[in-house]
């Protein structure tokens, strides 16, 4: 039933929900594509903004791996995330105090590393906690890995920060050469206001591509996980700990692999941001940087991958379009507590309206063909019903 | 500054934690979840007392002053504390009364709530650093030769809040709503079904905690000074004094935010300590020293928080001292 087969009975598949969020997107794209054509959106900075929205997309999926599967409340995404951009950062900046200097695949190993131990660190004391507890030390620890990061300076330059990083595919045989060798496009589709397509252009869709890679392949490995056994440990966790531990599976051992995966994929997006924005400082570990993920996750419904891709896209329109109001509308409000209020309200009337978000799991739980014949069956609310579906993979 | 000195800025700031700690933990124990919106609940009480403060002295101010503070203060005490309190019970009665959602769900749902509250107070007042209008004071010239050097808004902060404290303690000791409230803590189905009304004291805890909370941001505020972050940055300290306390013990929160604000404050002394112990080998006594300096005052207190939560989950007082 993919959309090629058979476009109109994919379409009819949808539920009301999904249908919604593919006008609204569709009307959203359509929107993009005639700003971008009339030249109100530069088209470097649109790429930017499609980065940025692959950055949270991929900082939704490293929550949704904890949080969505296994039900880990952690609130130290900011500090993977950080540690992520640091660790990259401090390898391969001109600037850096340390090293330095190095091929930016050093520095994703390096940061994918450095994140494993973190995770390993703040995953041993916290993953036995309750779960809101959790919350709470997950908090308290990412503060104290903010704080480690803002004034021990002989390691990460304290405030200032990390400059002069290069982009990913420095030092790459064509890629690192692409955005100059490509020649300067203009295109005129509306007489007087012609699109340029200069270097920063192909540097900005190099970029894209980096994360299209990263999202694509962590998506895939998300997707395969969930509908594995192992996946199907993590929902039984989520549900009901106890009754995983009486089916004899070791949750604390299931919850840290969880966690660390989870915690190498926000480190990506940490690594993925690096490179996008050439500058890394203290203030990108602050506590909401965690939130944003938060809200692109419950509002996309926890547990489903494709729902954190939508509340990327969804968190980035808020955090720029803040921004973009200030400027166009000149609205009298600072962005800055206008861009807090929108997520403020966002989390508490997707909790008192549609506490299982805008794109829950459903049939993304189960193969396709434990489906008989077409037509939405009903969402899964429990676990048995989930491995009912589930039960051809084995 | 000598050990007395840190002792005297410490007890000053536990008073100012265990106003938050309080009612924190009652809301922990009664509405059952953790609710990151109180340090939010601070900030707006001292910035309504920040208002009011000015409005009072736009008129021409009320005349004399006690231990430092203008007789216009305590009405803008008052205002905060009571500002605080409305704000809490409307969103009680708002937000999440009407929410079908577990104990989870409610936390997460605070977050937003705490954004809300921070985004109401940084669109009216800017993201600057404000002040209270209240000409800051010297040190008590007495105590000075001690090495402790507080002035009299740290006397009037500490006595302020010890008269808080006593007042609850009170209140939950010998009163019917402080019987009721300690049962709803203790067993909440065994209180509904004994004839407790429990929404009704589940709103007078969220007028006591946010109160509490509002006088704990009047002080903050005149301890330090005014911004919309001051709660946000506050609350993980007062999440700490809580855990240390026991979640649920009001007692156990006084005591866990007297140790958490005596252990911030008094960093430098450990430093010092650690300096002057001969700790052997050289790098790990470098490695103390780098660690246990006044950067990282709140950083070890979130350590303390985590390890007590291994330890000994339900903290100092332990279950069911409420």
Redesign the interface.
Known sequence: MSLVDDPRGALADLTRPEAWVLGVSAAFALFLFVSLLTGALGPSYFLFLVGLAGMYALLSFGLNAQWGFTGL?NFSVAAFFGIGAYGSALMTASSSPIAGGFNPLVGLAVALVVAFVLALLIGI??L??????L???S???A??VR??V??ERWLTNGSGGVRGIPGFFQGWPVLSTFPEAMPGLRLEVIPGSPVLLETAFWQASLNVLLVLMFAGAVYFVLHRAHQSPWGRVLRTIRSDEDLARALGKNTYSFKMQSFILGSLIMALAGVFYTHLNLYVGPGDLDPITT?YA?VAV?LGGSGSNRGALFGGIVIVTIREGTRFLNDAAALP??P???R??L??????AV??YR?QGVLPPQRELIWPSAVDGGGTPDTPESGVREQKGGGGDE | MTVLGYLANGLVYSSIIVLGSIGLSLVYSIAD??NFAHGDTMTIGAYSAFVTLSAISAVGGLGGTVLGLPYGFFPALVVGIAVAAVVAIGTEKL?YE????D???L???S??????Y???V??RF??DVTRFDIPALRPIEALVPYGVRVTLHDVAIVGSAAVLVVGLHVLLQYTDLGRKMRAMADNPDLARVSGIRTKRVKLWTWVIGAGLAGAGGVFLGLFNQLS?RMGFNLL?VI??AV?LGGIGSVYGAMAGGLLIGMITQLTPVFSNVIEALPIWPGWLATLLENLISI??A??IA??I???V??VR?NGIAGEGAT
């Open positions: 409340i004391p916290t036995r906690l309750r779960a809101d507890y919350a709470i030390a908090l308290g620890l503060e104290v704080l480690i803002l004034n939130f938060w419950i409000i600072d800055a507590p206008l807090l209020l997520i403020g309200v966002v989390i508490v909790m008192r506490p | 979840f953790a937000i009407p929410l079908d959602v104990s989870i769900g936390l997460i749902t977050i937003g709530i705490a954004f809300i921070r985004a109401a940084q669109i800017g993201s919309p993980l999440f700490a855990i950067e990282y709140n950083a979130f350590v928080m985590v390890v939560l291994l989950p």
